[in-house]
């Protein structure tokens, strides 16, 4: 990614950061260019990017997905989520060049460039992996067995981190926190409430100097021209081959046919396919995004120019960077079928899920009637409410059932003193009786 130099300001944008000074109808002609790529363009790549790799990421770690070519992309999908996170701070600060504070300015000297571009860098090792693997699968397939191991793997991304790192160290030292006044060709205007700007000025002495121009070199071949020379090789070669093979079992597989019956696929066939199909597509969008970037990047001299024209071909190699990085999960989404399916699966399981809760949640409500019109809440009860009543309840049933008690105790007691009466006059009856009877 390119970044200018900041030499001019504008009004404030908001409080404690400002923009490039335009000075003549030139330079505002750039501005505009500027806000419309870093602005609108750009932010708009970026949010569709980060969906798109989180997507992703939560695909790719699925059971049917797992092996190593699918680590590789896994990985290069949290590569790019990355570049685009770290992105945001570089847009800021191409439309808000200036800052009130120090420390947002030592990020934009020492660290904004070098976290932005070995995410991206890395991307582009891992797309060499990837080719380098699928290279091995289709014309050294005898290779390929040994070399196609988690551990290679491993490596091979452990090797992409650290080439990416060591490329991108020297780029700290190229700027350094000063006030504005201090940066060359600039003419700071009054800060708010008496501050200071601060600026990531570019320390002309490194950046004119041969061996900066040299590394500059270096670091673009490394990055850009030799993986694109190495990419178009392996992939034509695997292209080619894959042709060939396919032509010999499809010549096999007819001459081995019988009458009647129809030729067995491979299940790894369909795969490989995809896998090839794949990488095609991710390889022709790194030729048309990230060559024309790297190229800019080589013959960029952190010069401020006024030329519209060279402003509109930065602003699009900056957009066609971040779209690289943006777009590999629609590809994934356009020629691999299993992932295709994947998505598809997730989103209608998820939507079964959705309507089955809805459905319990309205079987579930109670039916309101008359009794509860529209415009009044539902009461709602709680569990202590019903344990409350439970009790109470309980409580009642006792006490009804102790006074049905007591009353059937006093009608028995009753009846026996009663009974008790009535047989102690009838043995009075029967003793006077029996006395006349003597008489």
């Known amino acids: 990614m390119l970044l200018r130099e900041h030499q001019r300001i504008l009004q404030p944008v908001f409080k404690g950061v400002r923009r490039g000074f335009v000075g003549d109808i030139g330079e505002a002609e750039v501005s505009r260019v500027r806000y419309v790529a870093y602005g609108v363009v750009a932010p708009f790549l970026v949010t569709v990017g980060l969906l798109g790799n989180l997507l992703t990421i939560f695909i790719l770690r699925l059971p049917q997905f797992r092996g190593v070519t699918y680590t590789y992309f896994l990985l290069l999908a949290l590569s790019d989520f990355l570049s685009l996170a770290f992105s945001i701070s570089f847009l800021h600060h191409l439309l808000s060049e200036a800052t009130l504070s120090h420390a947002t300015a030592v990020w934009y000297s020492h660290c904004e460039l070098f976290f932005v571009n070995v995410p991206m860098t890395m991307s582009i090792f891992i797309i060499l992996c990837i080719t380098i693997d699928r290279f091995l699968s289709v014309c050294r397939p005898v290779d390929f067995k040994q070399f196609h191991t988690t551990r290679y793997a491993r490596a091979g991304l452990l090797g992409s981190l650290l080439v990416a790192v060591l490329v991108w160290c020297p780029i700290i030292f190229l700027k350094e926190p000063k006030v504005y006044s201090e940066c060359p060709g600039t003419s700071p205007p009054e800060a708010p409430d008496n501050r200071t700007w601060w600026v990531a000025c570019i320390n002309n002495k490194t950046a004119n100097s041969s061996l900066y121009t040299a590394y500059s070199w270096i670091r ?99 957009d066609l960077e971040i779209l690289n990085h943006a777009m590999n999960f629609y590809l994934y989404m356009l020629c691999c079928r299993p992932i295709r399916e994947a998505l598809i699966n997730i989103c209608s399981r998820q939507y079964t899920r959705l309507t089955s809760s809805l459905q319990r949640l309205k079987r579930s409500k109670p039916s309101t009637g008359d009794v509860n019109p529209g415009f009044f809440p539902t009461p709602t009860v709680s569990t202590i409410d019903i344990v409350y009543h439970r009790h109470t309840n309980t409580e009642r049933n006792e006490a009804n059932r102790n006074d049905r008690e007591k009353t059937l105790s006093a009608i028995t007691i009753s009846s026996d003193v009663a009974s008790d009466k009535t047989s102690h006059t009838d043995l009075s009856e029967v003793k006077g009786r029996f006395s006349n009877s003597s008489r």
């Not at 299940?267 to 991710?282: G, S, W």
Request: without cysteine.
């Open 220 to 318: 673009q071949s490394v990055v850009i021209f030799l993986p694109a020379v190495i990419l178009a090789l392996l992939n034509s070669l695997t292209v080619k081959e894959f042709i060939r093979v396919r032509k010999i079992k499809e010549q096999w597989d007819s001459h081995q046919e019988l009458p009647g019956q129809s030729s067995v696929e491979s299940p790894r066939q369909p795969r490989d396919d995809n896998l090839v199909k794949l990488l095609m597509v991710v390889t022709i969008s790194f030729f048309i995004t990230l060559v024309p970037a790297g190229v800019s990047n080589a013959i960029y001299t952190q010069i401020y120019s006024t030329e519209k024209e060279f402003e509109i071909f930065m602003s699009v190699t900056n």
